[in-house]
């Protein structure tokens, strides 16, 4: 008898089948300022370019025609065989966070569909959190199982997993009333538990930045890297002295790399890692420096994300990746 088994959330680094992109267009916050919507597009483009030179890359858009005429002009024929679009209505392009978050049990993946409602309710969410299902009944990810959570919050910038059991994640974001009304912690923590297969949680209470509509996203914060690594963004003396409390499964300290701010939002890929960059020179060489140590068989790769910042998010939020098998 084949023996079954269990579930868990894979790491990040390990190998993946391809990334999403939910492409921005002008009904979206992304026309709110002039020249805003033609600098996101841009780094889109730098996005989709690097994402599909080296893994599938998957663009939910309700422009298809559109979004396929710019990729034939910008991006080389090498890129654009790896690239499948979805035509599909979209509120915004935080594909973090309305996209599947994947966990692998008995071998195939299994599409887990959380409700997504604009980080608590802020903002109109609605046909964001229909996307994972378009995505699904579009067989454009290998073969698996659609799991229904639609009466759960949970986004994918929200946790962050080592493969090996162990979740980190922010109170001030999944313990926030806003998303768990009703829930105590332990209710909270269990279901996070059973869902993604994961024997433990850890959680941290301080690092919030400024101007972050996610309420302390931990992929903005915090990550968890291969070696036992954490990288985070410095700037909180409080948050920095809970990363040197944790404790690895086996009762070892993480090793600590510290990053500046806004630098933490990175995406880990087949081979490579894509770095957000911003104004400072200094903090971007110091940054691809930080990530080539705790990455140092995969090349980093830096993506000016600039006009991110002016929507209040970064390089990861915008991508969501899904695992091999």
Same mark, same amino acid.
């Given at each position: 008898?084949?023996?079954k088994?269990?579930?868990?959330?894979?790491?990040?680094?390990?190998?993946?089948?391809?990334?999403?992109l939910t492409?921005?267009?002008?009904s979206?916050?992304?026309?709110?300022?002039?020249?805003?919507?033609?600098?996101?597009?841009?780094?889109?483009?730098s996005?989709?370019?690097e994402?599909?030179?080296?893994e /599938?890359?998957?663009?939910?858009?309700p422009? #298809? +025609?559109? $979004?396929?005429?710019?990729?034939e002009e910008? =991006?080389?024929? &090498?890129?654009?065989v790896?690239?499948?679009?979805?035509?599909c209505?979209?509120?915004?392009?935080?594909a973090?966070?309305?996209?599947?978050?994947?966990?692998?049990?008995?071998?195939?993946?299994?599409?887990?569909?959380?409700?997504?409602?604009?980080?608590?309710?802020?903002?109109?969410?609605g046909?964001d959190?229909a996307?994972?299902?378009?995505?699904y009944?579009?067989?454009l990810?290998?073969?698996?199982q659609?799991?229904?959570h639609?009466?759960?919050?949970?986004e994918?910038?929200s946790?962050?997993s080592?493969?090996?059991?162990?979740?980190l994640?922010?109170?001030?974001c999944?313990?926030? /009333?806003?998303?768990?009304e009703?829930?105590? #912690? +332990?209710? $909270?923590?269990?279901?996070l538990?059973?869902? =993604?297969?994961? &024997?433990?949680?850890?959680?941290?209470?301080?690092?919030?930045?400024?101007h972050?509509d996610t309420?302390s996203?931990?992929?903005t914060?915090?990550?968890?890297?291969?070696?036992?690594?954490?990288?985070?963004?410095?700037g909180c003396p409080?948050?920095?002295e809970?990363l040197?409390?944790?404790?690895?499964l086996?009762?070892?300290?993480?090793?600590?790399l510290?990053?500046?701010?806004?630098?933490?939002?990175?995406?880990i890929?087949?081979?490579?890692?894509?770095?957000?960059?911003?104004?400072?020179?200094t903090?971007?060489?110091?940054?691809?420096?930080?990530?080539?140590?705790?990455?140092?068989?995969?090349e980093v790769?830096?993506?000016?994300?600039?006009?991110?910042?002016?929507q209040?998010?970064?390089?990861?939020?915008?991508?969501?990746?899904?695992?091999?098998?």
């Amino acid at each position: 008898m084949e023996q079954k088994t269990k579930r868990r959330l894979p790491a990040e680094w390990e190998p993946q089948y391809a990334v999403q992109l939910t492409w921005p267009h002008r009904s979206t916050d992304w026309d709110s300022e002039p020249g805003l919507y033609d600098d996101v597009v841009t780094c889109y483009l730098s996005l989709a370019r690097e994402i599909a030179s080296r893994e /599938p890359l998957i663009i939910v858009t309700p422009e #298809p +025609e559109a $979004v396929i005429s710019l990729l034939e002009e910008r =991006l080389p024929m &090498e890129s654009l065989v790896r690239i499948s679009l979805l035509e599909c209505p979209t509120n915004d392009t935080w594909a973090r966070d309305h996209g599947f978050i994947t966990v692998i049990e008995d071998n195939k993946p299994i599409y887990l569909d959380y409700r997504f409602n604009g980080w608590g309710g802020k903002f109109e969410a609605g046909l964001d959190n229909a996307i994972s299902r378009h995505l699904y009944d579009a067989e454009l990810l290998p073969e698996g199982q659609y799991e229904d959570h639609l009466d759960f919050e949970l986004e994918g910038g929200s946790i962050e997993s080592d493969g090996q059991g162990t979740l980190l994640t922010t109170a001030q974001c999944n313990l926030n /009333p806003n998303r768990r009304e009703g829930m105590s #912690p +332990e209710q $909270v923590e269990q279901t996070l538990l059973q869902q =993604l297969g994961a &024997e433990r949680i850890l959680w941290l209470h301080h690092g919030a930045l400024e101007h972050d509509d996610t309420d302390s996203h931990i992929d903005t914060l915090a990550r968890l890297c291969p070696n036992d690594t954490i990288v985070y963004g410095e700037g909180c003396p409080e948050m920095e002295e809970e990363l040197r409390a944790l404790r690895t499964l086996d009762g070892r300290t993480y090793r600590l790399l510290a990053v500046p701010a806004y630098y933490a939002n990175f995406l880990i890929m087949n081979g490579a890692v894509l770095l957000p960059l911003y104004e400072s020179a200094t903090d971007n060489e110091r940054a691809m420096n930080t990530l080539r140590q705790a990455f140092p068989d995969r090349e980093v790769i830096g993506i000016d994300c600039r006009v991110l910042l002016r929507q209040n998010g970064s390089l990861h939020c915008c991508t969501m990746q899904y695992p091999a098998l």
